[in-house]
Every structure is written in C-alpha cells, then in structure tokens.
C-alpha cells in the first residue's frame, strides 16, 4: 500500500497555507492511497482526495460499497501503515502514525471477555499521567454518562449487543480523545436499538463535544446523527455531495426536509 508523501507549506492550498481560514482539527488534504489488486492490478481508492473534518461536530460519511469510506477513516486516524501518512493533516501537523488522542471504534466491539464492564472501560486510564482520583473521578463519569452505572460489575457475555457498544464507546471516550472514529458501529443492530444507539451517542457529543466521524452504510441514521452529511461516489472516491445537516429539521426522520434529502441521498448512492 502507498500513499502520498507529506507535502511541504507551500503546496497547501492558499487560504490554509496562508492561515487566513480557521484550521480543521483533522484533514485529509490531496490524499493518495493505493494497494496491489488481483492479476497485477492497482487499487487506487483515494487519489488527491481532500475532505476538512471540524471540531465539535459529527460528521457522516457515506457512500456505495467500495468507494473508499473505511480506507479514508483508517487514514484519518494514522492505522494505514507501511509509509508516513502524508495528507493528513491533525491539528496542523501530518499524522505520522496512531495517537491516543484519535480513537476508532470498530464494527466489532471488541471488549476483553474476562474483564467487566470498569475494567474494560478504564482499560486505557493506565497509560494516562493522572492521579488515582483523577482516573477514578473520569472512569465513573464516563460509565453513568452511557448509562452503564448499574451493569458495572457485568461481563460482556452478560450485556446485550447495545450495552456492550455502549461499553465500547465508554472505553474509547474515558481517555479524553480529541476526536473519535466510527466505522459503522452499529450495523449489527436492529432498527429500534440502532435508533437508541444514535440517539445516546448525541446525547454524548452534548455533554462532552468530541469531534467524530463516522462511516455508515445508513441514510436515516447518518442524516439524523450527523451534523453533516458526506457522500462519496466512483473510484477513485470524490466527493458528490456534502450537506449541513445541522438544522432541527433533518432530525425529524417524518418530516418533509429529512425525507427530501434523504430521498436525494439514496438516488446518489445508488
């Protein structure tokens, strides 16, 4: 796999290089991205793909089967290896490799089976530099902000599907990320807990702000959820729509405003 190498201050476009904008926290900016494919073939996902991901807002990305969603998601947060993430850009600097301060949570939730709910959710607290106070003040606010207060002492074959993505979430916020990845988190979930799962996880961004990007393969729940609203198309991945989702009326799944973009979104998907 290649991707492109770091660009230096004068190859950014001009209002970035010349600071006359406000800086996204995360950004990919010309990225490049390319693997072997079958029979001697190059797979090239992303190829001078730019996208600015702002701070304090939840981001949806969307997009047809293969056309770059989780390969662009992986870069953002530094897990594509083998060369420097050049073109991405955290906080102004190009993202060399993971840092705490990005954390991904994957389709599986992949919670440790012989730990319980605490253990598992303050798992990343002891690579922290805080007091024993300090982790155990963050461990029981971030457990009560999910609504796991009472299954603390559970383990995870004990929980439902919802409770243990719930603990997922837990454990990837109790570290104090600057900004959280999801890669369709919820897709093993039926309607009405997949609707319980994206109403928490606002209700998470309202209490603690954390700048996330998520990657969805569905429309109700990126249009609702999100802030914005992303969509990929072709490959390589280009962007052919990006829509402020922000507005009261999108988040009425009945409403005329959400049903016209969400009608618009499945014509472009498909």
């Given at each position: 796999m290649t991707i492109s190498p770091p660009m230096d201050v004068d190859s950014l476009p001009p209002d970035i290089a010349a600071g006359s904008c406000v800086r996204p926290i995360l950004e990919a900016s010309r990225l490049s991205i390319s693997y072997p494919g079958q029979r001697g073939t190059v797979v090239a996902p992303l190829q001078d793909f730019s996208l600015a991901i702002q701070?304090?807002?939840?981001?949806?990305?969307?997009?047809?089967?293969g056309s770059g969603k989780t390969t662009l998601l992986r870069a953002l947060g530094g897990f594509i290896t083998g060369a420097p993430?050049?073109?991405?850009l955290f906080k102004g600097r190009y993202l060399q490799a993971p840092t705490p301060e990005i954390v991904m949570i994957f389709q599986e939730n992949n919670l440790f089976p012989w730990l319980n709910v605490r253990d598992n959710v303050g798992f990343g607290l002891?690579?922290?530099?805080?007091?024993?106070?300090?982790?155990?003040?963050?461990?029981?606010s971030i457990i009560e902000t999910?609504?796991?207060a009472d299954a603390i002492d559970r383990y995870p074959h004990q929980l439902s599907g919802g409770m243990r993505q719930r603990a997922a979430i837990a454990r990837a916020l109790v570290t104090e990320?600057?900004?959280l990845l999801l890669d369709e988190p919820?897709?093993?979930l039926d309607v009405t807990l997949r609707r319980r799962m994206s109403e928490m996880t606002n209700m998470i961004w309202s209490a603690l702000g954390t700048t996330m990007v998520m990657v969805t393969h569905?429309?109700?729940?990126?249009i609702t959820m999100g802030h914005r609203v992303v969509i990929l198309g072709y490959q390589p991945a280009r962007i052919i729509l990006d829509e402020d989702t922000s507005d009261p009326e999108f988040k009425d799944r009945y409403g005329t405003t959400f049903l016209?973009?969400?009608?618009?979104?499945?014509?472009?998907i498909e």
């Open positions: 701070t304090g807002k939840i981001t949806c990305i969307l997009g047809a089967s993430t050049g073109g991405v002891r690579y922290r530099p805080w007091t024993g106070e300090q982790k155990e003040s963050r461990l029981s999910v609504g796991l990320p600057r900004v919820f897709s093993a569905n429309v109700e729940e990126a016209a973009l969400q009608r618009r979104i499945e014509n472009l």
